[in-house]
């Protein structure tokens, strides 16, 4: 767990030892994405993991979640558990929470965009509040990077791209700067041409492009068959977690511990898991399953045995 206060990397110079310059860069694209997303529940950006595990890039996503309330942003990479919490983030130059001026009657367009066009637009230059919140709040789903944006959005974007793009001498980003010209015009085609979908943001669009529901990242668990829902929330938030290699954990009331999980068969927004944990000190295992629905996870069954490894 990295604990850290955005406070201390804001002015980090350019002389600094480069992971103290990676690890300010990674925290400043955390905060902006957390902020630019919708508060109270989790949800998977676009950001690559910062980690190297045995030399090669970490294939996990960055989890981001904010508190409705004031408190610090949580995130957590999908793959390989690297996670931390960053305090000291309110009205720093990352904080994108107020609301742009992008009116949300128009017509918004997903557009799936690659690792490196999200990152070459995540590296524009003199960027505008309305844009950083456009490109930050783009999502990672099971189909790749989705950019969801309208017409104005797109229009304002392909602005950036040019003037980026005429300022740079490097040829490799130009070309880069080019390529995303391309993506964003056609985008902004489709959009004219009526291809569109409602509007979405962040973390209310947990429906990918296809007919399958993302069930990764962090859950509300807002009902159970052993538990009321006044007892579940007991503790803390009954909250119950999925990460993209199939693992993840959840607690609630006096139970914590790690699940196996897999999409059930019978539907795409079921989930069906086996569980280890401890409930209050004793070790416990079970299975169980459970279905998403609009207002958040409601687990059908969550078996309980006493003793790991035991089946009666
Ligand atoms: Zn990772």
Redo the contacts with the bound molecule.
Sequence with gaps: MFVSDLRHFLDISDEAPGPARKMAEHLGFVVRSATAGNAGASWVSALT?R?RPANRP?E?RIAVFRADLPAPIEWR?T??G?EGVISGWEDSPYDLRQPGSLSDDQSWLETLVTDELAATLRGLMFLDMECERLVFQMRSSSDGIVLTAGAEGLDYLLGFVAANANHETARRRQRRLQAAFEVLTDALQEVESGHTVSPVVASQARESLGDTVDLTGRWRILEMDLWDREALDLVAPAFIEFSLDHTGRFGFIAVTGWIDWRRAATSPSGVEFSWEGADDGDQVSGRGWAALQNDGLHVQSFGKQRGVGHTS
Excluded: L, P, S, V
């Design positions: 993991c980690r970490c996990g990479c793959a390989c690297d």
